[in-house]
C-alpha cells in the first residue's frame, strides 16, 4: 500500500529557482527519506531524517518534518538543470521496509 | 555507482520465454529487495530478503519466483509474464532489516519489456 505521497505531481522552474516538495504519510514512522530518480535509472538516496528529528540539511537541500500533521517538505535551493529528475519520500517504519510514494517530476530549465 | 550491479540492463521477452534478472551488490548488507516501477504508478514492493531467508512477498504473482543463494546475490526469475508486466525492476538493500535509521542502495534496474 502506498505510505507517502508527494505533491505535486509535476514541477517546472527555471533555473536559480527553489523548488519545493511535499510528502503525506499514514502511519507512525520510524525515519523518512528522499530519493532521486533520473529518468529511467535507480533510485539514489539524498537525506534521510528521523522522527525526532525537525530539519535538516545536505548542502542545497533542506527537509522537514512534521510528525503531527505526518507531512514532509524537500526544499532545492538555487536549482539547476541538473537537479532535473523524479523526487521521492519513502517511509520506514518498520526497519528498513520501504514504502515509497509516487514521486515529484522537476523539471529546471536553464 | 551505488555498489548494486543489476544484469541486464535491458530485456526484451515473449510471454511464453523464461528468464532471469539478477542483483549482486558490494556493500556487505544482508537484506535485499525486489521493486517494481511501472509508469504513472508508485514503486511496489516485491520480495523482501533478510540474511538469505524470504521475509516478504507482497502478494506477487507466482509467475515470478524470487531466488538468493547468499547474501550478495538476488536473482528474480520470470516465466509466461504477461504484458502488464513490462515494468523498470529495481533490485535494493541494505544493512539488515530491523536496522533503523539507514538507507537503502538501488541498482540501476532492468527494464523489462514483454511481448
Known amino acids: 500500500s502506498q505510505q507517502g505521497e508527494e505533491d505535486p505531481q509535476a514541477l517546472s522552474i527555471q533555473e536559480g529557482e527553489n523548488a519545493t516538495m511535499n510528502c503525506s504519510y499514514k502511519t507512525s514512522i520510524n525515519n523518512l527519506q528522499w530519493y532521486r530518480q533520473n529518468s529511467g535509472r535507480g533510485l539514489v538516496h539524498l537525506i534521510l531524517i528521523r522522527s525526532n528529528e525537525r530539519e535538516k540539511h545536505s548542502g542545497r537541500l533542506r527537509v522537514t518534518l512534521d510528525t503531527s500533521k505526518k507531512s514532509s517538505s524537500l526544499l532545492i535551493t538555487a536549482s539547476r538543470a541538473a537537479d532535473t529528475a523524479s523526487y521521492f519520500c519513502a517511509t520506514d517504519n518498520a526497519g528498513n521496509m520501504l514504502t515509497f510514494g509516487g514521486g515529484t517530476r522537476l523539471m529546471v530549465k536553464p | 555507482e551505488t555498489g548494486v550491479t543489476q544484469t541486464p540492463r535491458h530485456l526484451v521477452m515473449g510471454m511464453t520465454n523464461k528468464k532471469s534478472l539478477k542483483c549482486e551488490q558490494h556493500l556487505g548488507h544482508n ?49 509466461t509474464l504477461q504484458p502488464e508486466d513490462s515494468a523498470l525492476y529495481l533490485c535494493a538493500s541494505s544493512h539488515r532489516l530491523g536496522q533503523v535509521n539507514t538507507e537503502a542502495f538501488f541498482g540501476q534496474g532492468t527494464r523489462l519489456t514483454v511481448v
Do not use: G, I
Not at chain 2, 64 to 69: D, G, R
Open chain 2, 31 to 79: 537484506a535485499m529487495y525486489w521493486y517494481k516501477q511501472s509508469a504513472k504508478k508508485p514503486l511496489e514492493l516485491m520480495f523482501v530478503y533478510n540474511f538469505k531467508e524470504q521475509t516478504e512477498n507482497n502478494s506477487v504473482p507466482s509467475r515470478f519466483s524470487p531466488e538468493c543463494p547468499n547474501s550478495s546475490h538476488l536473482f528474480l526469475h520470470l516465466h
